[in-house]
């Protein structure tokens, strides 16, 4: 299968500061990549939608100037988490897709993850 | 929006036993995947599974897209299998988001 790696693992930082978290595909291009957040027993949802070369999508109640994602080329996009603080405190997952050979969507694949704890 | 529910929301076997997860969806959707999230939180990939029938080992899923759900069976659990499986659904427009089910939380007891 494809491979996503997340970077950082975890990170701890103090209210205010800003966070940067990289999702890269490894042995694919991906021109669309997936950003979610999961809290301590519950599911994932989505937060936005990270396109190759243009801006990214923000799902329904998502703060676009608190969630920066920057989609620079076919294999990275980055999360930066602006002036955070506890409540931003979650597991922040990306995902990313191979192309098909029919040229449409496929499964996803997922990053290990980033913990983020916000002090 | 599409709503994703699963059941059981836990369940506890011993090892050896098999079980049935099931995934109802309500609406149409052309993408389901089923995953299983380890201690350490990675997703790792069960099968994508739109319509019909895969196995893999120990683990196979049926999906009936008609009548909006899928089954994922384990036989022979390990205490390995322990974790949360996931499903997920995407629908035919955009981009195809992934909207996850409420996840089935497995305790294998040796």
């Known amino acids: 299968g494809a491979v996503v790696s997340q970077h950082p693992s975890w990170v701890i930082c103090k209210s205010g500061t800003s966070v940067k978290i990289e999702c890269r595909s490894l042995?694919?291009?991906?021109?669309?990549m997936f950003w979610y957040r999961q809290f301590p027993k519950q599911s994932l949802m989505l937060m936005a939608t990270?396109?190759?070369?243009?801006?990214?999508?923000?799902e329904q109640g998502v703060e676009k100037d608190k969630f920066l994602i920057n989609h620079a080329s076919l294999t990275l996009s980055t999360l930066t988490v602006t002036s955070a603080h506890p409540e931003d405190s979650s597991f922040y997952i990306c995902?990313?897709?191979?192309?098909?050979?029919?040229?449409?969507?496929?499964?996803?694949?997922f990053g290990p993850g980033t913990r983020l704890t916000v002090l | 929006g599409i709503q994703v529910e699963q059941s059981p929301p836990d369940l506890i076997l011993q090892e050896g036993a098999n079980s049935t997860l099931r995934c109802n969806f309500s609406?149409?959707?052309?993408?389901l995947q089923w995953f299983h999230q380890n201690p350490w939180g990675q997703l790792i990939n069960l099968f994508y599974?739109?319509?019909g029938t895969k196995q893999n080992g120990r683990l196979s899923a049926t999906t009936v897209a008609t009548e909006r759900y899928s089954l994922l069976y384990i036989s022979s659990s390990q205490t390995t299998d322990s974790g949360v499986y996931f499903c997920?659904?995407?629908?035919?427009?955009?981009?195809?988001?992934?909207?996850f089910g409420t996840g089935t939380r497995l305790l294998v007891s040796p």
């Open positions: 609406d149409s959707v052309n993408n």
């Open positions: 599974i739109p319509s």
């Open positions: 995902s990313a897709r191979p192309p098909t050979s029919s040229g449409g969507w496929g499964e996803q694949f």
């Open positions: 990270s396109n190759e070369g243009s801006k990214a999508t923000y």
């Open positions: 997920a659904v995407a629908m035919q427009a955009g981009f195809q988001k992934l909207v």
């Open positions: 042995d694919f291009q991906a021109t669309t």
